[in-house]
């Protein structure tokens, strides 16, 4: 089944204990996102990839991080979380000349 | 101004009805515009895509764009309970950068 897949679903945690939320997907898709989503403002773009090793900046990057060593994984990366970062996050992957952008279940994070 | 906007809703409408949510974008380069349909806690799933202005049709939904007032909007034909969710507009503003609205809440009532 093509699928994009997170881990955790769910996560609370302190500030500035560093963390990473996995993102998989089996379609062999070249473009990966992560965004997050906060009520009133909408789902934000704050990283992506359009293929191994190529990785750009969008909307709200401060205080994360990504990496793109293998084409199906794109972490994403918190190295001293706050609680402005609790939010609901998605990873979305697409071919490269489609339009079809598939999301992921979502991972909740909570930081306290 | 929002690069995308839509009216946050809820639009409440009778089953069988005809929904119509509608987007602005303030990028005039942008290039093509998407809706998406996200289920309470659930992700967001893509329902159309829509590149040139006119309408395009699928199934009971058509988008409707047009590039010269900045709009695209999303019609619901027969409109069912099982369509209440949020209805998140999407527009490409540039190589790989895809911006979303807030989304509108569209509610159908039986």
């Known amino acids: 089944e093509a699928q994009v897949t997170q881990n955790p679903r769910y996560l609370i945690t302190v500030t500035g204990k560093k963390l990473t939320v996995t993102c998989s997907q089996n379609?062999?898709?070249?473009?990966m996102s992560w965004y997050r989503q906060d009520p009133g403002l909408g789902l934000r773009q704050i990283y992506y990839?359009?293929?191994?090793?190529?990785?750009d900046k969008g909307d709200v990057p401060e205080g994360y991080k990504v990496s793109r060593k293998e084409k199906r994984n794109f972490p994403l990366i918190l190295e001293s979380p706050s609680p402005n970062q609790t939010s609901l996050y998605f990873c979305?992957?697409?071919?490269?000349?489609?339009?079809?952008?598939?999301f992921g279940p979502g991972t909740r994070l909570t930081v306290t | 101004q929002k690069e995308v906007e839509q009216n946050s809703g809820p639009l409440s409408v009778p089953e069988g009805a005809i929904a119509s949510l509608n987007c602005t974008y303030s990028?005039?380069?942008?290039?093509?515009f998407f809706w998406y349909r996200q289920y309470s806690g659930k992700s967001p799933e893509l329902i159309m895509f829509i590149y040139s202005n006119g309408d395009k049709e699928d199934g009971r939904f058509t988008a409707q764009l047009n590039k010269a007032s900045q709009y695209v909007s999303l019609l619901i034909r027969d409109s069912q309970p099982s369509d209440s969710a949020t209805y998140l507009c999407a527009v490409n503003t540039g190589f790989q950068k895809l911006v979303f609205g807030t989304g509108t809440r569209l509610l159908v009532s039986p």
């Open positions: 990028d005039r380069g942008s290039q093509s």
């Open positions: 990839s359009m293929n191994v090793e190529v990785t």
């Open positions: 379609m062999n898709h070249e473009y």
């Open positions: 979305a992957s697409r071919a490269g000349t489609q339009n079809q952008q598939y």
